[in-house]
């Protein structure tokens, strides 16, 4: 490499010190090199391993898996346009509440807040986005389920039963809302942290020049703080979305996991990643086995194309890798 | 702006300029309203974990193994040594080729490699804990059963990329003139990495380990997949075995229509928590300050 150490060292020192040193420099380079060759050989594993456990399933239902509707284990019919619905529906959901509330957290932290709350509240914000998720989804069984039960559904019913979104009253507390509520609640903190980062690292300069021309905070905030940090924003919001693409526990833990193709948020949903953790000990036949690892295929698609499309983003941006 | 005549502009604020102080109060009162509501309802949630939590939690619960369904009783004892058991093994084989693949990257890769394994490393922790988990369900378990090591291979996973990015990080906060430094005594490269950079770096690796350590004490996915759902009543100390583990409890006991199964759940939760939590604040604490130090050097 490019490194001083390459420029030869003079003959008798060399001669002395040059064996064992080649040797130690060799060998944890190649030690060292071996660990990261590793690390792309497991990425490139894993995708080979779940595509691989998938093609029963992918042979005989081949593209048209994605947009079919049945699941059943009796007749071994498996689609996943249910399940492919309502990650993206309740992911969906989830980031559209979570993202205005997080970058509202994150301009709070960084521009409003006095001195010792900043302190404060941004460490509360780390440490709710270390919570693991399955306390988050005990939570959301027994605290929040028979809420959405008793109060929020038959009120929202009442007030947007119009809609069809909240189309019937909810018969239990484990509903797709439950669902969104519990992810808003889980990428809330990954992306309010993320952006309060954002918006630190804008330079002092320009917004104090902003403020010199006259513009009030908030035109401020608007006209120089988002555009120059939009890019990071998108993709804070976007770690956050893959967060939720793929949270397992507390998803099936309040989803209810029973699949519907409807709006309507009080009924029960099920998403790819809560089917997989759901049946899996009860799969009966081993096409029902690899139609779960399908679910896998697409669900590992899904989150890798939008973690991608986050770090294309986050390129231009150094922000603390925290997710 | 219309800054045609200086001597026009009055002082005295218009319409227009009431208009944009009234936005603007509209907007940081909206802004305040909408963090504050959201930290009120996450600290909500925290609370009532912890009180809840609080409240189930007795000597039982550390002394008693978890009892068979249908009594009353009863303990998490084997889900605590279990997940302490996992967590150890998926430690030590995380930490060091997490370590090792990140000196590659910041001392030895040029800078296309470099990128590609870091590219590699963001996409792995990409990847949902639930594939993580059929991966080593396909991989380890179809044909030879469920064991706790498999299950540590799989925690493994989700905790190398976090550990190998933070050391990333860190090394590359390693001041250049400490190397240069070692260079010019004559030292070798591999000495200079092992006994100059690691030395001032390892404090801040370590913190960053602690973190992954606590992400993958609360991981619950991939152990679905390992170590049985049919949890061992005892305490099981051979990775050979199947072991039980304090999120596995969790989760099943929340499912569970037993309103005292459902309590030990607040009890486990509170514990698992009141671990990740003070983990992962003092690593986050550390680390601040030791990234101040090194970036002030």
Request: hydrophobic residues 55%.
């Amino acid at each position: 490499m490019d490194d001083p150490i390459a420029t030869p060292l003079p003959d008798s020192l060399a001669s002395r010190r040059g064996l064992r040193d080649r040797f130690g420099d060799t060998s944890l380079r190649s030690i060292s090199g071996l660990a990261a060759v590793g690390v792309i050989a497991l990425i490139t594993l894993i995708i080979y391993e779940v595509l691989d456990q998938a093609r029963p399933s992918i042979r005989i239902f081949g593209i048209s898996f994605i947009w079919h509707q049945t699941w059943n284990a009796v007749t071994n019919q498996y689609g996943a346009l249910d399940f492919l619905v309502a990650t993206l529906y309740v992911t969906g959901l989830a980031v559209l509440l979570a993202a205005p509330v997080a970058i509202a957290i994150g301009l709070y932290l960084s521009e409003l807040a006095p001195g010792g709350v900043r302190g404060v509240v941004g460490s509360l914000v780390e440490m709710l986005a270390a919570i693991p998720s399955v306390v988050l989804g005990l939570w959301g069984i027994l605290v929040l389920g028979p809420v959405v039960h008793n109060e929020f559904g038959p009120w929202l019913n009442d007030v947007l039963g119009w809609t069809p979104f909240f189309a019937t009253r909810p018969i239990s507390g484990s509903t797709m809302f439950t669902a969104v509520l519990v992810l808003t609640i889980m990428i809330v903190p990954i992306t309010a942290a993320i952006s309060r980062d954002l918006f630190l690292q804008v330079p002092p300069d320009i917004k104090e020049g902003a403020i010199g021309l006259g513009l009030t905070r908030w035109e401020m905030v608007r006209g120089v703080m988002l555009p120059y940090t939009r890019g990071g924003l998108i993709s804070a919001v976007l770690l956050g979305a893959g967060r939720a693409l793929g949270e397992a526990i507390a998803v099936t833990q309040v989803i209810g996991t029973t699949a519907h193709l409807t709006a309507n948020l009080f009924e029960t949903g099920d998403t790819l990643a809560s089917r997989i953790a759901a049946q899996y000990q009860a799969a009966a036949s081993n096409l029902q086995v690899a139609s779960l690892f399908y679910l896998g295929v697409i669900l590992l698609a899904i989150s890798l194309i939008v973690n991608f499309a986050a770090l294309l983003i986050v390129r231009r941006y150094d922000i603390a890798q925290r997710v | 702006m219309e800054a045609s005549g200086v001597a026009s502009i009055s002082l005295k604020s218009t319409g227009r300029s009431r208009r944009r102080q009234r936005t603007n109060h509209v907007a940081q009162g909206a802004s305040i309203f909408a963090a504050f509501l959201a930290i009120g309802v996450l600290a909500l949630v925290v609370i009532s974990v912890l009180l809840r939590g609080l409240k189930a939690l007795n000597l039982d619960l550390f002394t008693k193994n978890q009892v068979t369904y249908g009594e009353t009783g009863g303990g998490i004892a084997n889900g605590l040594v279990g997940t302490a058991i996992m967590v150890a093994i998926a430690t030590a084989i995380a930490l060091p080729i997490g370590i090792l693949a990140a000196v590659y990257v910041a001392e030895f890769g040029g800078n296309r490699v470099a990128r590609v394994v870091k590219l590699a490393l963001d996409v792995l922790n990409g990847v949902p804990s639930i594939v993580v988990g059929i991966f080593a369900y396909a991989l380890l378990v179809v044909g030879s059963g469920y064991a706790a090591w498999k299950a540590s291979v799989a925690l493994a996973i989700v905790m190398l990329p976090l550990v190998a990015r933070s050391t990333i990080e860190v090394l590359r906060l390693v001041p250049d003139a400490l190397r240069y430094g070692s260079y010019a005594l004559g030292i070798s490269k591999w000495r200079t990495v092992l006994f100059v950079v690691m030395p001032s770096a390892i404090g801040s690796v370590m913190t960053g380990a602690t973190l992954a350590v606590a992400r993958a004490a609360g991981e619950t996915a991939p152990l679905l997949f390992t170590t049985s759902i049919f949890l061992p009543n005892q305490i099981e100390t051979d990775p050979h075995h199947a072991m039980a583990a304090v999120p596995l409890l969790i989760l099943f006991d929340s499912e569970s229509p037993d309103a005292s199964l459902n309590n030990q759940a607040w009890a486990a939760a509170f514990v698992l928590m009141i671990f990740v939590l003070v983990l992962s604040l003092t690593a986050r604490y550390i680390l601040a300050r030791r990234e101040r130090k090194l970036r002030a050097r």
